[in-house]
């Protein structure tokens, strides 16, 4: 390449990761393309495509299966304030599956943008959507828990206040999204025949463009970091009083160390803890990465190209440790899964004519009990 043109793999949070050609530093006029080269689907990259699409099939069937089991099976049962909050994750989940990952693949495939500069807008506001929603919606289950174990005797008007919160984590969504729809646009370079979807243009300073990543970092990450952690510092002081007080003696009631909460309320918090522990680990090295692009664009001549796609890629993991995380808590979601195994094994498995007259037969005896019945998931 020559002069200070550098094809470059934005590792932002705000804008999608895409590959684009920009001035180095960002300057409106464009450099001479005497040696130019466009950017090439490497081996690197068809590696986070690969495994890209399998994270896109084994999440879009676990969250299609949570969100079934929620809407129509035994997540049904959940209590009444937490089956929104569980619906809402789903289908956060389920926006960056849908949007985030297949954008993702076509991108790195096709290298270049051919969809057009509407399409351009639409699907970088999209993929911002998703993820502020996604992380959003772990920052109301954060608060809830926090209620639900600091007042318990409060149960009443948590569904009202689970309600008021999420329409707030998709409205702030929505705004916070909103202003993909005008620093992207789909840029034509004529001298070399390339087209990217990028924010080329949209900043008159590099600075700006700086202000604005790290403003999505501080609101995807920073500031729900911060506000999960003091939830649960909160919830674990409280616990270690309780603990502390029935020790010596001062509660009313004397109780055992894992009696100072219900179980099921015990339950469902472990599982929202874990749930927020994937989130920030499956992303902290991508967001990391990112600060460190901003402030040093020149980090990417000495980490491998592969580095980036590995840790963007381990980022969308956190998109299949939800369902996988809330069965293993879960025994309904458990038991739907398996009525739903043996219900595909059975249609698909060939019987004979002796053994569907016995199915119809007055001593069939109806449905196969189900031992999750009567298990309530994960209380409240």
Same mark, same amino acid.
């Given at each position: 390449m020559s002069g200070n043109w550098s094809v470059i793999r934005l /590792? %932002?949070? *705000? @804008? @999608? #990761? /895409?590959?684009v050609a920009l001035p180095h530093p960002n300057i409106s006029q464009f450099p001479p393309f005497t040696d130019w080269e466009a950017p090439s689907f490497t081996r690197a990259a068809q590696f986070r495509v690969g495994a890209t699409f399998i994270l896109f099939l084994f999440a879009a069937c676990s969250n299609l299966a949570l969100l079934a089991s929620l809407w129509r099976g035994r997540g049904q049962r959940l209590a009444s304030h937490l089956r929104p909050l569980m619906l809402s994750l789903a289908s956060a989940d389920l926006m960056m599956t849908f949007m985030v990952m297949p954008l993702d693949a076509v991108w790195n495939v096709t290298v270049q943008w051919y969809g057009g500069d509407t399409l351009c807008k639409l699907l970088c506001f999209l993929k911002l959507f998703a993820m502020h929603a996604s992380v959003f919606i772990l920052v109301v289950i954060s608060l809830d828990r926090q209620h639900a174990i600091l007042h318990p005797l409060d149960a009443l008007s948590a569904h009202r206040r689970n309600r008021r919160m999420l329409l707030l984590a998709w409205s702030l969504s929505l705004l916070? *999204? %909103? @202003?993909?729809? +005008?620093? &992207?646009? *789909?840029?034509?370079?004529?001298?070399?025949? &390339? #087209?990217?979807? *990028? #924010?080329?243009?949209? +900043? %008159?300073?590099?600075?700006?463009?700086?202000?604005?990543?790290? &403003?999505? &970092?501080? #609101? =995807?990450?920073?500031? @729900? =970091?911060?506000?999960?952690?003091?939830?649960? %510092?909160?919830?674990l002081l409280h616990i270690h009083l309780q603990h502390l007080r029935d020790k010596a003696g001062e509660s009313c009631l004397r109780r055992s160390g894992t009696d100072i909460i219900p179980k099921a309320r015990m339950k469902t918090l472990k599982m929202t803890v874990v749930i927020v522990l994937s989130f920030v680990v499956c992303w902290t090295p991508y967001y990391l990465l990112g600060i460190w692009y901003w402030f040093q664009p020149d980090m990417l001549r000495v980490t491998p190209e592969y580095v980036h796609h590995a840790l963007f890629v381990f980022g969308n993991l956190n998109t299949c440790c939800d369902p996988v995380i809330y069965g293993f808590y879960t025994p309904s979601f458990r038991a739907d899964l398996a009525a739903c195994c043996r219900r595909t094994r059975s249609d698909t498995s060939p019987r004979s004519p002796d053994q569907l007259s016995t199915r119809k037969g007055p001593h069939s005896g109806g449905h196969e009990s189900d031992p999750a019945t009567n298990n309530q998931a994960a209380g409240d």
């Open positions: /590792s %932002s949070m *705000a @804008p @999608p #990761t /895409s590959y916070l *999204a %909103s @202003p993909q729809l +005008f620093i &992207f646009r *789909a840029i034509r370079v004529e001298d070399v025949d &390339f #087209t990217q979807c *990028a #924010t080329h243009g949209s +900043f %008159s300073r590099r600075w700006q463009e700086t202000v604005y990543n790290m &403003f999505h &970092f501080t #609101t =995807l990450y920073i500031i @729900p =970091l911060l506000v999960m952690s003091c939830c649960y %510092s909160r919830i």
